[in-house]
């Protein structure tokens, strides 16, 4: 079974700080993704990789980075927080463009 | 890019009725249409899905069907169930290295 792990369940974090949340997948997927969730906006893509030490922008990719070292683990980077990026993180890994999303269980950032 | 529309935002049904959840897409060449069932406070999770070579895909209480003319595909639960409750979401995929668009979700509460 797939199992994608975020670092945090909850995190909360002061506006100004960098802030960087984990994800690491164990099936060896080509590609992760990071969306944010706020209610009733569905899943928004921030950032998205198909390959080692590759990114490219999703739809709401300001104020984000990412970074992808290594095939399993991609970090997503809040340069700068500020109180609009309060929300529920998910991260997503699948073998191919054509395959289904794995999810991790999230991590709710609060920035105060 | 790829727009998708999901229709209701909200379902209320009694156990043992159907529920049936629509969602729209703007690209013609969308190839794989997802559905993903996320329960409270939980990952989302892929229930089932179907690609544009095929007009409907059953898996026991759960159908979708796909009518690439119209450019819309609908998840149908038969038989709910309390532990149907939950948020549903679609989405699509584009051409080439386009990745998942998802629709903003439905919540579907099923009273006993």
């Known amino acids: 079974d797939v199992k994608v792990t975020q670092s945090s369940r909850y995190l909360v974090k002061r506006t100004g700080e960098k802030v960087f949340l984990e994800c690491v997948q164990d099936?060896?997927?080509?590609?992760m993704f990071w969306y944010r969730q706020d209610p009733g906006l569905g899943l928004r893509l921030i950032y998205f990789?198909?390959?080692?030490?590759?990114?490219e922008k999703g739809d709401i990719p300001e104020g984000y980075s990412v970074s992808r070292e290594k095939k399993e683990r991609f970090s997503l980077i809040l340069e700068s927080a500020s109180t609009n990026q309060t929300s529920m993180y998910l991260c997503?890994?699948?073998?191919?463009?054509?395959?289904?999303?794995?999810f991790g269980d999230g991590t709710r950032l609060s920035i105060l | 890019g790829e727009n998708v529309e999901q229709h209701p935002s909200t379902l209320s049904v009694q156990e043992g009725d159907s529920a049936v959840i629509k969602c729209t897409y703007s690209?013609?060449?969308?190839?794989?249409f997802p559905w993903y069932k996320q329960e409270l406070g939980k990952r989302p999770q892929l229930i089932i899905d179907?690609?544009?070579?095929?007009g409907e895909k059953k898996d026991q209480r759960i159908a979708v069907t796909l009518n690439k003319t119209a450019k819309h595909f609908s998840l149908h639960i038969t038989e709910t169930q309390p532990e149907d409750s939950a948020v549903y979401f679609c989405?699509?995929?584009?051409?080439?290295?386009?990745?998942?668009?998802f629709g903003k979700g439905t919540m579907l509460l099923v009273s006993p």
């Open positions: 997503a890994s699948s073998p191919h463009s054509n395959q289904p999303q794995h």
């Open positions: 099936m060896d997927h080509e590609n």
């Open positions: 990789s198909y390959d080692v030490k590759m990114k």
């Open positions: 690209d013609s060449a969308s190839n794989y």
């Open positions: 179907i690609r544009s070579n095929v």
């Open positions: 989405a699509a995929k584009g051409s080439g290295y386009s990745t998942l668009t």
